[in-house]
């Protein structure tokens, strides 16, 4: 019956092809400015002393090098590792959120009076904060629930970046270059790097309104899976690029990963109308959105332009176009590792 219940889920997820109509709001007045989502950093002036520095420390550190034939290898396997795990991670999650939900509707229903003497007993401070906090969390759409923990991880990193003791650990993981001597790891660590705080307010911003409507369509637990592998996967897209135009360099940011959120949603609702920030009265479909968008990243890519890293850009929206005409097909495909997981479940 669980597993039932699991597979009843994703089905229902995948029949709702229509947007929402509050989700077509939540795309309205939303930037398309994708500048600066994913940046590859270059040298600067060091900043006064005494000042405060805002970006990391990258005016001290050599980009040249090549690249070892090895470091393409491994991030191809590490590539498909991870997609690989993150689905079944992601498959994981949904049968155990699916059967804590009906374990607890179970209770309730058999012992009403638990609740009411649970509730009786919490009056201390901090069960008061904890369901404050819950409150709160109950009220956030689906997107929002999915967005603030990966807002947070991006707001502790780029903290993280701020800690003098900590710079060669952040360069040497959290920086995505082909010819560093970590780089596997990096793929996905540097996606959560950002450059400056425009770097990453820009990020979360598009983040923030795109995620509803990628929850609504695909379900928290395969939004995740996908969000996850486009990060590594654009990732890789830099590295092969940096690799064949021998311009090897450090490249971090979320961008790659929202930028398949973003494909995804205009390409499923390419009719909904979205609008730039500040300049409202300017509307365009989402379909028209994101082929600009592409043919801005393209254009970059067969130019050598090197203000943002447009190979990750564009490995991650074609990952998220793959993902609107061959992902439903392939998330099916977990269906007998999640029964597998489930006898295994059973058992203990």
Not at 66 to 95: D, H, R, W
Not at 296 to 321: R, S, Y
Request: charged residues 15%; aromatic residues 14%.
């Amino acid at each position: 019956m669980l597993l039932q219940r699991a597979l009843c889920r994703s089905w229902t997820r995948q029949i709702a092809e229509p947007l929402p109509s509050y989700g077509s709001k939540l795309l309205r007045a939303h930037t398309l400015t994708l500048r600066s989502l994913r940046s590859s950093p270059r040298h600067q002036r060091p900043p006064r002393s005494g000042s405060i520095q805002t970006s990391p420390p990258f005016e001290n550190y050599t980009f040249g090098g090549s690249v070892p034939p090895s470091n393409v290898f491994k991030a191809f396997i590490f590539t498909g590792a991870f997609s690989a795990g993150c689905f079944m991670s992601a498959t994981i999650l949904e049968y155990e959120n699916t059967r804590n939900m009906m374990i607890e509707k179970a209770r309730q229903s058999k012992f009403p009076w638990l609740r009411s003497q649970r509730v009786s007993q919490e009056q201390n401070v901090w069960e008061q904060l904890k369901q404050e906090l819950k409150l709160h969390w109950d009220k956030l759409t689906p997107g929002e629930r999915i967005f603030v923990p990966l807002c947070a991880l991006n707001v502790l990193v780029f903290g993280l970046w701020r800690v003098p003791s900590l710079r060669n650990t952040m360069m040497t993981y959290f920086c995505s270059n082909p010819a560093g001597r970590a780089v596997c790891w990096p793929m996905f660590l540097s996606t959560f790097s950002h450059y400056s705080l425009f770097h990453l307010f820009a990020n979360m911003y598009v983040l923030h309104s795109f995620s509803n409507a990628g929850v609504l369509s695909l379900g928290k637990e395969q939004f995740l899976g996908v969000y996850l592998s486009a990060g590594v996967i654009a990732s890789l897209s830099s590295i092969l690029y940096k690799t064949v135009t021998a311009q090897p360099g450090l490249s971090i940011g979320a961008s790659g990963a929202i930028m398949a959120i973003l494909a995804y949603v205009c390409a499923k609702y390419p009719d909904t109308q979205l609008s730039i920030l500040f300049l409202p009265m300017l509307n365009f479909s989402a379909g028209s959105a994101i082929k600009v968008i592409m043919g801005f990243d393209l254009a970059g890519c067969i130019m050598g332009w090197k203000l943002f890293d447009h190979a990750a850009h564009l490995g991650g929206a074609l990952f998220g176009l793959f993902w609107v005409y061959f992902g439903t097909e392939l998330w099916q495909k977990r269906i007998p590792f999640l029964t597998m997981y489930h006898d295994l479940r059973k058992t203990k």
